[in-house]
Each structure stands twice: as structure tokens, then as C-alpha cells.
């Protein structure tokens, strides 16, 4: 069965800090990967979305995330973070060939101090 | 996209009762998922619905205890039945729109006393 880690569940930074939030996923074949983020009091919305091709992907609001198959790792990074991005971000795996399931981590509690 | 409105936005409600939460999607789609936010917890997915059929259920989750319907593309109902205070979580409806991508709803949060 998929199955997501994510190895932070909190993380307090300065603004302008570097973040890299973890994301380990279980599954042997091909896989979709996703990053969503939840701001305090919103519904939840993609970030930014692999499914093949250049496995360094670039989403919204300067966020970018690396898709590493050999480590099964699919990290969150960004350069430089603003107080805005203070929200929850939930990693999340969908397998295309199955049963098309979506699997959510259990998420990373993202403050940014200003 | 899909746009997808979810009644009631939240409730509270009594302990034994049952409670049906309405999802509605502006545009036809094939996948459509139930969820579960629990407070400070991660996204569990509750079922598959499925349209003219029973929906298919994750494990841990039964049908008399969350009866689903989903009569055509654009609509779904999740019940919570005979609720406890166990209960008390962000239902979210989600779809898979045709980029693949799965959009939620603004969830419904029950509270259950």
C-alpha cells in the first residue's frame, strides 16, 4: 500500500530563512506527486504537481520541490520565505496506475516569523 | 478546475444523530473522494464515490457508519451516522479534474457535543 512520511511536523523560521520541508513516499511503480497548502482558515490548494519530466518542478509563489526516484523523496523548497507562507503543506502521492487514490502525509506546520 | 461548493459549511450537532453533508461540482467529473481532517491531523480518505454504484470504502470506514450516494457527475452526499463526538472533524469532498490534479472543497466542520 502508498504510503507518505513527512519528517516535519513543525518548523519555525525568520522570514527570509531557506525552507526544505521532507516528503518520503512508499510505492514501487510510477507515481504522481503533489504538494498542497493550507493557509490558516482557507481550503486546501496545490502548490506545485509532478507526474513525469524534469523532476525539479517550480509551482506557485516561488516554491519548488525535487523529485529524487532513487530516495523516493519528493522535498519542498523555497529560497526565501515571506510570514505569508505560514500555513500547514501536505505532500501527497496518487499512484496512476492503480487505484488512483490520492495518500496525504501528515502534514508540516509551517510559522514564519516576521 | 473544478469549483466545488459543500453544504453545510459547518454544524454542530448532537450525539446519536446524523448529519448529511451535500457536495456539488461545477463541471462533470469521473473521480470523486471523500475525506477526513481530523483536528490537527492529516487528510484520511474516507471513500471513493462512485456514480450508480456503491462507493468503495478505505479501510477503517463502513458503509452504515458513512453512507454515500453519488447519483450523477456533478453531485454527492456523505452521511455521518449515529454521530459521537468522535465524529468532530473537516469533511472534505475532492475531484479529479482531467489535468489530474484533485481539487477540494471549503470542507464541512462538524462538531459533535
Known amino acids: 500500500a502508498q504510503s507518505v512520511s513527512q519528517h516535519n511536523h513543525h518548523v519555525i523560521l525568520s522570514e527570509a530563512a531557506s525552507l526544505e520541508l521532507g516528503c518520503n513516499y512508499s510505492?514501487?511503480?510510477?507515481?504522481?506527486l503533489f504538494w498542497y497548502v493550507q493557509y490558516p482558515g482557507q481550503h486546501l490548494q496545490l502548490l506545485l504537481k509532478?507526474?513525469?519530466?524534469?523532476?525539479l518542478v517550480k509551482g506557485i509563489k516561488g516554491f519548488e520541490a525535487e523529485f529524487i526516484k532513487s530516495k523516493f523523496s519528493f522535498n519542498l523548497r523555497k529560497p526565501s520565505v515571506q510570514w505569508s507562507d505560514t500555513a500547514e503543506y501536505f505532500c501527497?502521492?496518487?499512484?496512476?496506475?492503480?487505484?488512483?487514490?490520492?495518500?496525504f502525509g501528515t502534514g508540516t506546520r509551517l510559522k514564519v516569523l516576521a | 478546475s473544478a469549483v466545488i461548493s459543500q453544504k453545510p459549511s459547518r454544524d454542530i450537532c448532537q450525539r446519536g444523530t446524523s448529519l448529511t453533508i451535500q457536495c456539488q461540482v461545477d463541471s462533470q467529473v469521473t473521480m470523486m473522494f471523500w475525506y477526513r481532517q481530523q483536528p490537527g491531523q492529516s487528510l484520511t480518505l474516507i471513500a471513493t464515490a462512485n456514480q450508480g454504484s456503491e462507493a468503495t470504502y478505505e479501510s477503517g470506514f463502513v458503509i452504515d457508519k458513512f453512507p454515500i450516494s453519488r447519483p450523477n457527475l456533478t453531485f454527492s452526499t456523505l452521511t455521518v451516522s449515529n454521530m459521537s463526538p468522535e465524529d468532530s472533524s473537516i469533511y472534505l469532498c475532492?475531484?479529479?479534474?482531467?489535468?489530474?490534479?484533485?481539487?477540494f472543497g471549503e470542507g464541512s466542520r462538524l462538531t459533535v457535543l
Open positions: 509532478y507526474f513525469s519530466g524534469d523532476p
Open positions: 475532492s475531484v479529479v479534474v482531467a489535468t489530474g490534479e484533485l481539487f
Open positions: 501527497a502521492v496518487n499512484a496512476p496506475s492503480g487505484t488512483y487514490k490520492y495518500i
Open positions: 510505492y514501487g511503480g510510477t507515481v504522481n
